[in-house]
């Protein structure tokens, strides 16, 4: 079994199983600045997500969302920091980035 180590790894497997669009975070969505596309709580799930941990620095806690939306149908990859890093979303949001099954 191969295991990805680094977050380039990792984005570099999503991207090859079709995770293509680069999603940002605002407060209440989703932001994908290449189509101006906004995805909203309630219009993607979290397919699979990977966590790592700074072992000396803190500020390199990060993880990797693979996302999609049947609705827009789209799949992206969000990358977060937690922690200190995190960014502050509301609580619509951060319940729907725990990974689910897609509706």
Partial sequence: MNTMTT?????QKLQSE???ID?????????CHQNALQVHPDEFVVDKHYRFEG???P??????YAISSTR???KGILI???????EPLAEELVNALKERSNQ
């Fill in 7 to 11: 977050i380039s790894e990792v984005i």
């Fill in 80 to 86: 977060n920091g937690y922690g200190t890093s995190s």
């Fill in 18 to 20: 079709g995770y293509t």
């Fill in 72 to 74: 827009h149908n789209v």
């Fill in 55 to 57: 072992l000396s620095d």
């Fill in 23 to 31: 999603f940002n975070l605002k407060e209440n969505c989703l932001e």
């Fill in 59 to 64: 500020a390199d806690e990060a993880i990797i």
